[in-house]
Structures are given as structure tokens and as C-alpha cells.
């Protein structure tokens, strides 16, 4: 085995499903989100913002600022993942397909 780590796979994660996301920033640089579009395509409104904190996705992998949200009667976990290529949004899937 020589050690090295394909990157493609390492990044591949059947958990980690990124978002696009409707989001307003505030005047103090705080980002809201308002909605984000599943990967099937379906759009889902966020009532209500429960939490923001610095975590770690211990499901996905990756870390960044955890939004608790609430959508609809359900909570779930939104984070924003900074990196070199910018900040992308991710969900966890609840389970495989």
C-alpha cells in the first residue's frame, strides 16, 4: 500500500449532500438562511432558525457553522463549510438510496 489518499474518493461521502441555499447577510456579516433546494430538485421554506455554532458533521464529515432549522414539524442541520474554494452549504442525507 503506498499511502497516498485519493482525493476524489476521500471527498465522495453518500451523507454529504450540498445545497444551493437562498440566504440573506445581515449588516454585521451574519448569513440567514431562508430556503435550499434538495437534490431532487424540491424546494423547502426554513421557519425557523433554532441554533448556530461551530460543529462538526460526525455523519457527513466536514465542519464549519452548524444551523439548526426547523422546516415545517422536522429539525435537521444545515452547515456552511468554508474552504479554499469558497463557502458551500451541506445537508446529511438520513439514509442511503
Given at each position: 500500500m503506498s499511502g497516498i489518499v485519493d482525493y476524489e474518493e476521500y471527498m465522495?461521502?453518500?451523507y454529504k449532500v450540498y445545497v444551493d441555499v437562498n440566504e440573506d447577510r445581515l449588516k454585521d456579516g451574519r448569513l440567514v438562511p431562508l430556503?435550499?433546494?434538495?437534490e431532487d430538485g424540491?424546494?423547502?421554506?426554513?421557519?425557523?432558525?433554532?441554533?448556530?455554532?461551530?460543529?462538526?458533521?460526525?455523519?457527513a464529515g466536514g465542519a464549519g457553522l452548524r444551523y439548526t432549522v426547523r422546516v415545517g414539524r422536522r429539525e435537521t442541520f444545515m452547515f456552511l463549510e468554508e474552504g479554499s474554494d469558497g463557502a458551500?452549504?451541506?445537508m446529511e442525507r438520513r439514509r442511503l438510496q
Amino acid at each position: 500500500m503506498s499511502g497516498i489518499v485519493d482525493y476524489e474518493e476521500y471527498m465522495s461521502n453518500d451523507y454529504k449532500v450540498y445545497v444551493d441555499v437562498n440566504e440573506d447577510r445581515l449588516k454585521d456579516g451574519r448569513l440567514v438562511p431562508l430556503s435550499f433546494v434538495w437534490e431532487d430538485g424540491e424546494r423547502y421554506e426554513i421557519d425557523k432558525i433554532l441554533d448556530v455554532r461551530r460543529a462538526a458533521s460526525l455523519k457527513a464529515g466536514g465542519a464549519g457553522l452548524r444551523y439548526t432549522v426547523r422546516v415545517g414539524r422536522r429539525e435537521t442541520f444545515m452547515f456552511l463549510e468554508e474552504g479554499s474554494d469558497g463557502a458551500k452549504w451541506f445537508m446529511e442525507r438520513r439514509r442511503l438510496q
